[in-house]
């Protein structure tokens, strides 16, 4: 059926045109900004623009042109380059997933982009290959194949017509849990960095010192009016967070065939990720501030997949937002190898101290500085005191690991409460360290990671009681550790 050259569909020349275009964005407002002046100038300067925009065109319609892909013997093969003609030979074998999504380009004629990864790109910043403008049933006749070469490799060409068993859906976003999750993302930060990022790139040009010292008086005889103002700029980005995240996560489903889950989201743009269960590092859960009190969490899955500029392929969200208590019954009896409910072993009493210390220390010179240039204003810091007491005994509280026969879990506190569940065969690293303040206390700090498309992930517990972090290397390791061995670090290739 494939076995013949296909081109993608012509409108990924217009993909690869608005491509090249943006990467041409920067140098083209330099250019206008800083080009000639006056009525020649102005002249050259569009010539120019347009010469550039017309060559772009060109050059992504030549490349859509220049641009097949085929099936063949148990390969996607892809040939593309408009001077020098290229070729990329991919074995099914070689394929860790087929991402598909649906961009504003694609949905309208019924398109999809598939982007292939393998093994080898896992690391790089590109995927092996992205076929950026498919038909929906070409997609589903390469996953087939797909499917079909890691099933039974000797038997492609007789069951590629073969129908795949029918994915069973593990978790449908509602429409409440969508605003839910929408309104409780945090998402306001994001927006408010982004629109200050983007204002202070023109520092150059507007004349920020005037304009605030025109608004300095204002502002002290303005108070209420300026306070309603600031009050409307977070409204409008908690609006703005609020739409970007419901347009993200829209339709949001978690399925899982015989030997992965697939992922779809996405309204404007419908995106589908496919995670191998075999690359599957890790399973971590996270709880903000605001999700925390009210039981909710986020699920992520850790996988060998994705690379550093593509985070999305490695660190999936699984379960955008969930009961607590939700999450083992929905994902015990597909990914069985995890236990999900584990009974945690909690920091010692003697630790609290360590804790609240380590937080006063670093809240200390934001309280000290205000007291000395800003008095009596500046008392106002001592509120950062209670704080960060609070603040640490909750760090504190958190602090918790457990180890069954094939899995160790740790739970610790940063901004999010986070617990991660690793397996044992998937453990890269296991680091225990203790101070000379901690061995006084007879305390020590467990690190375990694995290794994800990011490049690591996993979690570091403080201050357990060294009893503990010994039983921890003594069920990792193939020695054993005596109460009075200093701990070490040890490595599993």
């Not at 520092?203 to 005889?221: H, T, W």
């Not at 409204?235 to 992965?260: C, D, N, P, R």
């Not at 809240?363 to 950062?384: E, H, K, N, Q, T």
């Not at 760090?395 to 397996?423: C, E, N, P």
């Amino acid at each position: 059926m494939m076995s013949n050259p296909k081109r993608l569909h012509p409108i990924s020349a217009v993909a690869n045109f608005l491509k090249q275009l943006k990467e041409l964005i920067v140098p083209f407002l330099i250019f206008v900004v800083f080009g000639s002046r006056g009525g020649n100038g102005e002249v050259f300067q569009l010539v120019i623009t347009a010469g550039v925009v017309i060559a772009v065109f060109i050059i992504g319609v030549l490349s859509w042109l220049r641009y097949t892909y085929r099936l063949e013997e148990g390969e996607l093969r892809i040939e593309y380059g408009i001077l020098v003609r290229k070729k990329r030979y991919i074995p099914f074998e070689r394929i860790q997933s087929l991402d598909l999504s649906e961009g504003l380009l694609q949905r309208p004629f019924g398109l999809v982009k598939m982007k292939v990864e393998t093994a080898g790109s896992s690391g790089a910043g590109d995927a092996e290959a992205v076929l950026t403008a498919i038909s929906r049933k070409d997609a589903d006749y390469i996953q087939q194949a797909f499917s079909t070469a890691k099933k039974r490799p000797s038997e492609n060409r007789n069951k590629l017509e073969s129908a795949a068993a029918r994915p069973k859906v593990i978790y449908k976003i509602s429409a409440g849990e969508l605003l839910l999750l929408a309104s409780t993302s945090g998402g306001v930060g994001v927006v408010l960095s982004a629109v200050f990022a983007f204002i202070f790139q023109f520092e150059e040009i507007i004349p920020y010192e005037k304009v605030f010292a025109g608004l300095e008086g204002f502002m002290a005889n303005g108070i209420i009016f300026v306070s309603i103002l600031v009050f409307i700029g977070f409204l409008l980005a908690w609006i703005i967070a609020l739409v970007g995240s419901m347009i993200k996560y829209a339709g949001f489903t978690l399925k899982k065939t015989e030997k992965e889950l697939i992922i779809t989201r996405g309204l404007l743009e419908k995106r589908q990720i496919t995670i191998p269960l075999h690359r599957i590092q890790a399973i971590q859960i996270s709880e903000n501030l605001i999700r925390q009190p009210i039981g909710l969490a986020t699920v992520y899955i850790e996988s060998a997949g994705g690379s550093i500029e593509d985070s999305d392929s490695a660190r999936v969200m699984a379960l955008p937002i969930v009961k607590r208590s939700r999450i083992a019954g929905l994902l015990k009896s597909h990914l069985p190898d995890y236990e999900l409910q584990p009974g945690f072993f909690k920091a010692p009493k003697r630790a609290l101290n360590r804790y609240i210390w380590r937080g006063l220390l670093v809240v200390m010179p934001f309280i000290i500085a205000p007291i000395i240039f800003f008095r009596p204003w500046g008392y106002l810091s001592l509120l950062l005191l209670i704080i960060s007491i609070i603040w640490s005994y909750l760090k504190y509280k958190d602090a918790g690991w457990d180890i069954s026969s094939h899995q160790l879990a740790l739970r610790y506190r940063g901004i999010v409460r986070t617990t991660v569940f690793m397996r044992k065969n998937r453990i890269q690293s296991l680091t225990m360290s203790e101070s000379f303040f901690q061995k006084r206390r007879n305390l020590a700090t467990i690190e375990a990671a694995v290794m994800s498309g990011t490049g690591g992930t996993g979690g570091t517990v403080l201050d357990l009681d060294r009893n503990d972090v010994c039983a921890i290397y003594k069920w990792y390791s193939y020695t054993s550790l005596n109460g009075n061995t200093p701990l070490q670090k040890e490595k599993r290739p």
